[in-house]
């Protein structure tokens, strides 16, 4: 019997680039009124999956990113581009676009 492994692509952003995956938020009720998918906001908190090696700056050293795998982040609400990977809605913006780092 053949046995078949699913192939992952991963994805590697390049230099200040993070790769962010949205939270969803939880669903809050306020009395009996309900608000269809279609009608929210796509949330502008995300968990960072993949950090670029980092910048490089004009005399040609390579600066490090201050965010780093699996860091909680609040984004702008129209930054990045999306991607689909494996059939996972993602984000890859510039690390500028990251507003802050959520504390745990």
């Known amino acids: 019997m053949a046995t078949t492994t699913k192939l992952k692509t991963k994805l590697r952003p ?7 995956k949205r939270l969803e938020e939880q669903d809050e009720k306020h009395g009996s009124i ?4 279609s ?11 993949a950090v670029g ?3 490089v700056s004009e005399d040609g050293k390579k600066v490090p ?3 780093k795998a699996g860091d909680r982040v609040l984004f702008g609400k129209y930054s990045g ?7 996972e809605e993602l984000l890859i913006m510039k690390e500028e676009d990251v ?6």
């Open 14 to 20: 390049l230099h200040d680039r993070v790769l962010i």
């Open 34 to 37: 309900i608000i269809p998918d």
């Open 39 to 49: 009608a929210k906001e796509k949330p502008q908190e995300g968990k960072v999956i």
């Open 53 to 55: 090696k980092g910048k």
């Open 65 to 67: 990113l201050d965010v």
């Open 81 to 87: 581009s999306e991607v689909k990977l494996n059939g």
């Open 99 to 104: 507003l802050g780092i959520l504390g745990s």
